[in-house]
Each structure stands twice: as structure tokens, then as C-alpha cells.
């Protein structure tokens, strides 16, 4: 297939694919002046796109796609190795992101507290106003 048709079925564009040759993530075959993809080409594609989406760059595939072509087996131990950091990285994101939203509660209490109009003592406070 040409580069049209495999953009059209990775879902992407033209120039993404160009860029990912650029990189050394695509080696496609060459007839004159035509780039050639094959179905295997697409499964890479579809795996570079997948792996964008969950926050790889592509200069981190690069290294793994570099690997597979010296070795002949895909080097998965190393893949796998990639996908457990990336996997750390998101938690420890996710755990600054929960310290945020504490940190948000804590200073909605504080305004509240502090700028909230005088109740009557009668009165009882709002505990969603102070959650």
C-alpha cells in the first residue's frame, strides 16, 4: 500500500508518517520514488499511535525500534521495561494530583473560614461549604 492508504487505516496523516520514518520507527520499501507499507508497517503504526496516547515520546521508541532491528526476536524484556517506568511516572503523577486536591480543600477551608459572613451561634455551619 502507499502512504495515503496506511494513513487512512492507521488513522493519521501523511506527514506523521513521514516523521516516524525521519526517526528510524518506519523503514518502509522503496519502488522509484514510492514508499511501499505493508500490514506489518500498519501494526507499528497502530502500536507508535497507542503508545503516544498513553504518553510515550517517540524518541523513547526510537531506542526500543533501534533494538528490535539489531536483534532478531522483538527485545520484549526491554519493552516491558519501558511500559513498567512509564507506568511509575503515571503513578507518581497521579499521587502529586491527589496532593493537589488536597491541597484545593485545604485552602477552600481556609477561605471559607476566614471570609465566610458571621453566623449566628444557632446557627449551624454548612459541612459542604467546609468540605
Known amino acids: 500500500m502507499y502512504i495515503g ?4 487505516r492507521a488513522q493519521c496523516t501523511p506527514k506523521a508518517i513521514r516523521l516516524y520514518e525521519q526517526m528510524g520507527l518506519l523503514t518502509p520499501q522503496r519502488l ?5 507499507y505493508t500490514a506489518e ?19 523513547q521508541m526510537r531506542d526500543l525500534l533501534a533494538a528490535k532491528q539489531h536483534q532478531a526476536p522483538f527485545p ?7 511500559i513498567e517506568a512509564k507506568r511509575a511516572e503515571l503513578h507518581a503523577q497521579i ?11 485545604q485552602l477552600q477551608r481556609q477561605l471559607n473560614q476566614q471570609f465566610a459572613p458571621e453566623r449566628s451561634i444557632s446557627e449551624p455551619a454548612n459541612a459542604q461549604t467546609l468540605a
Open 41 to 59: 508497517h500498519l501494526k507499528q503504526v497502530q502500536i507508535i499511535r497507542k503508545a503516544q496516547a498513553v504518553g510515550f515520546k517517540l524518541a
Open 95 to 105: 499521587q502529586t494530583l491527589k496532593d493537589r486536591q488536597r491541597q484545593l480543600t
Open 5 to 8: 492508504e496506511l494513513a487512512t
Open 76 to 82: 520484549l524484556v526491554l519493552a516491558n521495561e519501558g
Open 32 to 36: 522509484g520514488s514510492y514508499r511501499l
